[in-house]
């Protein structure tokens, strides 16, 4: 993980008392800015500079802003025991990006090894603010590193389902893996794909509901009836094992 340092000046000495026990999440309330913009809003607030200690923006690329054993300033009372977390956009009245999830993921396993099983807020649970705002996905940012995340395992959250390797959090994406006697794809973010098809080597492959490859199957995709050998590899212009015809695009010819 690469956590950007663009070198923020600030106007004044920062406290170094810092003892992170907790994690606190906000939002910019700004559908398009950068970490010197809040850093430059902070500035105008009459305080040091930004207030947080990590910024990720919309293409999921996380900054740095105070020092992490810097004083906040994000959250009364929890300034000196918190790291501030805030993201790029106005949860109000938009949604998360799935880069500043995964980058969000990548920031939480950062952290978490550092200071151990520390609990996650939103602001609005510390203080009188609507801020991460309605949209942000706080619950499901929360089950994914709180209460999840020592057990090794498939987990759900509001994208979908992911599979925790061990107690630290990492988890399978980008490859093929047989879990329990079953075929699952996992894309680039970690998700195991469902409902839908995969080319790998020339061959066509189908992800159900279920998120388990298909094999050994007839299967009703979009109006059309296909067949899965044992290896979950889809018969393609050719007589199926049970003797039925299927085209070049797979499907069975009635």
């Known amino acids: 993980?690469?956590?950007?340092?663009?070198?923020?000046?600030?106007?004044?000495?920062?406290?170094?008392?810092?003892?992170?026990?907790?994690?606190?999440?906000?939002?910019?309330?700004?559908?398009?800015?950068?970490?010197?913009?809040?850093?430059?809003?902070?500035?105008?607030?009459?305080?040091?500079?930004?207030?947080?200690?990590?910024?990720?923006?919309?293409?999921?690329?996380?900054?740095?802003?105070?020092?992490?054993?810097?004083?906040?300033?994000?959250?009364?009372?929890?300034?000196?025991?918190?790291?501030?977390?805030?993201?790029?956009?106005?949860?109000?009245?938009?949604?998360?990006?799935?880069?500043?999830?995964?980058?969000?993921?990548?920031?939480?396993?950062?952290?978490?090894?550092?200071?151990?099983?520390?609990?996650?807020?939103?602001?609005?649970?510390?203080?009188?603010?609507?801020?991460p705002g309605n949209n942000f996905p706080l619950e499901a940012f929360k089950d994914i590193v709180v209460n999840n995340i020592s057990e090794i395992g498939w987990h759900k959250d509001a994208t979908g389902w992911y599979y925790l390797t061990n107690t630290q959090g990492w988890y399978y994406k980008d490859s093929w893996q047989k879990i329990d006697g079953e075929w699952y794809s996992f894309d680039s973010e970690g998700y195991a794909r469902q409902f839908v098809w995969l080319q790998d080597q020339a061959k066509w492959y189908y992800l159900k509901d279920n998120c388990k490859m298909a094999k050994v199957e007839w299967l009703w995709v979009d109006g059309e009836c296909y067949c899965f050998n044992e290896h979950g590899e889809l018969y393609v212009d050719c007589f199926t094992s049970d003797g039925y015809r299927v085209d070049q695009t797979g499907a069975w010819i009635q």
């Open 1 to 131: 993980m690469n956590i950007i340092d663009v070198g923020l000046n600030f106007n004044g000495s920062l406290t170094y008392e810092n003892n992170p026990q907790e994690i606190v999440l906000h939002h910019a309330e700004a559908s398009n800015c950068t970490v010197q913009d809040i850093h430059s809003w902070h500035l105008a607030n009459g305080w040091l500079g930004i207030g947080y200690h990590f910024f990720i923006n919309k293409q999921g690329n996380i900054y740095r802003g105070r020092p992490e054993n810097a004083v906040g300033s994000h959250c009364p009372k929890h300034n000196s025991i918190s790291l501030g977390v805030c993201f790029e956009g106005d949860f109000m009245t938009e949604n998360m990006t799935q880069e500043q999830i995964s980058a969000y993921k990548e920031l939480i396993k950062y952290i978490r090894a550092k200071y151990g099983d520390i609990p996650i807020y939103g602001h609005k649970e510390l203080y009188s603010t609507e801020c």
